[in-house]
């Protein structure tokens, strides 16, 4: 069974930071690409960045390019985000999303979600 928990959102001040953590189990951790989303109320669920199974390249959102960083450690099962600089227009709901291959294709696995809230 598969299973993303994220951890690692909260409530930060603009120009703050935070690290997202995302624990996956239940597939080939190290043989998937995986990436970060967020959805902010009213709005679709966009695409931050996105890390291959290797750590070898990562791409980002233009909303967040010199700010965020995806990493991930493949003895650890876990891909992180770090959030430097943060805007509230950060303000979303964070998914750790997996795409995982098995012998009858591929398919879309996604965390519950964790918040982050930029305010003073």
């Known amino acids: 069974q598969v299973q993303l928990v994220e951890s690692g959102g909260g409530l930060v001040q603009p120009g703050g930071s935070l690290r997202l953590s995302c624990a996956a189990s239940?597939?080939?951790?190290?043989?998937?690409?995986m990436s970060w989303y967020r959805q902010a109320p009213g709005t679709e669920r966009e695409l931050v960045a996105t890390?291959?199974?290797?750590?070898?390249?990562?791409n980002y959102a233009d909303s967040v390019k010199g700010r965020f960083t995806i990493s991930r450690d493949n003895f650890k099962n876990t891909v992180y985000l770090q959030m430097n600089s943060l805007k509230p227009e950060d303000t979303a709901v964070y998914y750790c999303y997996a795409l995982v291959w098995r012998t009858t294709g591929y398919y879309d696995y996604w965390g519950q979600g964790t918040q982050v809230t930029v305010s003073s």
């Open positions: 890390i291959t199974s290797g750590g070898d390249r990562t």
């Open positions: 239940g597939f080939t951790f190290s043989g998937s690409t």
